[in-house]
T-cell receptor, first 115, second 111 residues
């Protein structure tokens, strides 16, 4: 099976711009979670989608949004970028069908730099 | 409510053992362990569920003490390939498909 793919791998933006990141989960997986990773902060949960519905959301401002399509591919959007948004954004896919959190398979991430 | 991982970093010689701890202030349903090498994505190691047994494969094992709300990851006879940052992700009994992650433990193995 092909792994989780994320595009683009690297992005450089300026403050005030917006950005869209894409994640294609493992075939058959219906859950996609998004994380922000910064040095020293570990993985911060953004949101999780399952069958096109957001099931959970972390404590991030409304500038961070996402969606999931019928083929389980997911996009994350950040509007009005701030310097502090510079980070590695990881998505993880899982089957999502059990009653709790399944094994998550991470993509390689998108490195976002805001200048 | 972020779980606390200890130690923050550890340096070992090849062949030595290591223990990484993950403690939560909340009642836990499961604990997930991942390893991330520099510049790579986190890779799944194992999940421990409430009421489940200690798990392990190869020379890496883990335990989950539900009463103390903590988990420990044991690396025996460490190999150079064990180097990386280890993260625990915790799922509370009241969580909803959300893992709360520790800040990570950086493990450096020297030959």
């Amino acid at each position: 099976k092909a792994g989780v793919t994320q595009t683009p791998r690297y992005l450089i933006k300026t403050r005030g711009q917006q950005v869209t990141l894409s994640c294609s989960p493992i075939s058959g997986h219906r859950s996609v979670s998004w994380y922000q990773q910064t040095p020293g902060q570990g993985l911060q949960f953004l949101f999780e989608y399952f069958s096109e519905t957001q099931r959970n959301k972390g404590n991030f401002p409304g500038r961070f949004s996402g969606r999931q399509f019928s083929n389980s591919r997911s996009e994350m959007n950040v509007s009005t970028l701030e310097l502090g948004d510079s980070a590695l954004y990881l998505c993880a896919s899982s089957a999502g069908t059990s009653g709790s959190t399944d094994t998550q398979y991470f993509g390689p991430g998108t490195r976002l730099t805001v200048l | 409510q972020q779980p606390v991982q200890s130690p923050q970093a550890v340096i070992l010689r090849e062949g030595e053992d290591a223990v990484i701890n993950c403690s939560s202030s909340k009642a836990l349903y499961s604990v997930h362990w991942y390893r991330q090498k520099h510049g790579e994505a986190p890779v799944f190691l194992m999940i421990l569920l409430k009421g489940g047994e200690q798990k392990g494969h190869d020379k890496i094992s883990a335990s989950f003490n539900e009463k103390k709300q903590q988990s420990s990851l044991y690396l025996t006879a460490s190999q150079l390939s064990y180097s990386g940052t280890y993260f625990c992700g915790t799922e509370g009994e009241d969580s909803n498909y959300q893992l709360i992650w520790g800040a990570g433990t950086k493990l450096i193995i020297k030959p």
